[in-house]
């Protein structure tokens, strides 16, 4: 009896990553994306804002995270919720001013968080001073070479310059009407016609932006996300691509279009990394650079680049033991190729949130955003299998994002009446994308209370369904079970394994199909999350830790872990690495 209490759960063991000793904390840390609009609203005006953030920080810091990336809340008319900035130096009167700013700053780093803030280098609003002057000036100008304008083909020069697409959808050009009242040159946009990218090709552009991030950096922030980090510098020569220009889906042989992730953007990063390094306290750049390779994705975090990059490839994985098993293994060995942490994340303010993604008969797609038309998901299972998703990710070495609200299990808003959609990508596809609103919808507090208390009015620039007054924090916090006190218990527990430092292994579990299940091992911990099948049974010799749904024992003492569930277990005494045996 003994002997089989005694014996290891595993047949095989491979080893895929060393633990590290490296003390750097965005090695490690676990980092909370709040996304400013929705998060708490202190004036009643239906916008969260500055103040309301600091004063619902202990909130991030009872949970248990380490780090907070904030949204833009730079000056803007709002046309892409703040990725339409208009200065960089300044704060939207929407979100407060220059010394909420500091107030929020001083708040977070009182509360031992640090804070990162975006950098929208891409383009700027068309309401920035430099657009505006660049429309003023001549074709040729000085003003307007800090922006892509050019020449338009065929006749009176009426056809774009070349037939790239936006990713909000429609032309990626603009025609300007010139000073003289003349049909004039087209300025090239990415995105929204008010979001003219920048020529990044112009000194200009990369001392300004050197000056902003001193701006921030001189105010104490503790780094930067880098929005649309692969596609400052466009192609030579802006030849026409038929792929589908998009944020995910590159073309059919794999490139993501002369738009995106050309050699040009490394060296802007390497420039920004050294005026990083002149601060002290370790301050950081995270790349938001969507390119469906790893190995593409691991460049933007070489030695004197960036320090992270977010694992776009890690999020798109569906739900698919033998995917999840690989994208892990893969995601560990690129960024260990350039000695980088792997950033891991599920959720942000761009895609469906994955409590709704994973709920989908195709489980894990990513729709560009849900009507109440659209095949809606399964609100159970998705919570089921995302609190499983979510548990495997905190268990996995290097850094972790979470999007504000997935620790209350928050899902997309399926339901918004399309009059209350706000995303220009709604716009622009003509209806044909939901866009993200769904996932944008402001926080739920307490579940009495205006707007459930993120507003003190009531007000929400989106409306909240009625499903979110069971999400709200003040019914699950203390509630065991609850989506809440998992991520707590969750981040308690990876900090005091250690886990974001942790080795990996892939472990063979005896009886278990691997296409049903991902077995893994970090340090002592089994880490076992169960896809499809049957049960997974795990010896009576195993300690649970936690896991992110009820696990029962049989009569022979075994761990039952059903379909949908992720656990953190210790394997019996003896099966443990030798440091914790001589602990134990
Ligand atoms: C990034 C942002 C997204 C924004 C886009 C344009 O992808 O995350 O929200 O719309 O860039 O700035």
Redesign the pocket.
Known sequence: MDALLDSPPWTSLFPVHPATTDAQWWRTAVVYQVYPRSFADSDGDGVGDLPGITARLDHLAALGVDAVWLSPFYTSPQV?AG?DVADHRDVDPVFGTLADFDAMLARAHALGLRVIVDV?PNHTSDEHAWFRRALAAPAGSAERARYVFRDGRGAQGAEPPNNWRSIFGGPAWTRVAEPDGTQGQWYLHL?DAR?PDLDWTNPEVRGEFEEVLRFWLDRGVDGFRV??AHGLVKADGLPDWDGTTA?VEGGADGTTGPMFDQEGVHEIYRSWRAVLDAYPGDRVLVA?AWLDSLSRTARYVRPGEMHQAFNFAYLTTPWDADRNRQVVVDSLAASDAVGAPTTWVLSN??VVRHTSRLGLADAGSLPKGIRALDEQPDAELGLRRARAATLQMLALPGVAYLYQGEELGLPEDTAMPDEARQDPAWFRSGGLEAGRDGCRVPLPWSADGPAHGFSPTGRSWLPQPPSFARHALDVQRGVPGSTYELYRRALALRRHLQLASGSLDLVELAGVGTSDAVALRNRDVLVVTVHRGAPVLLPAGCDLLIASDDVARDEAGSLVLEPGTTAWVLPPRAARLPHARTTG
């Open positions: 892409d990725y929208v995105f979001q929005d649309v944020m938001e303010h761009d």
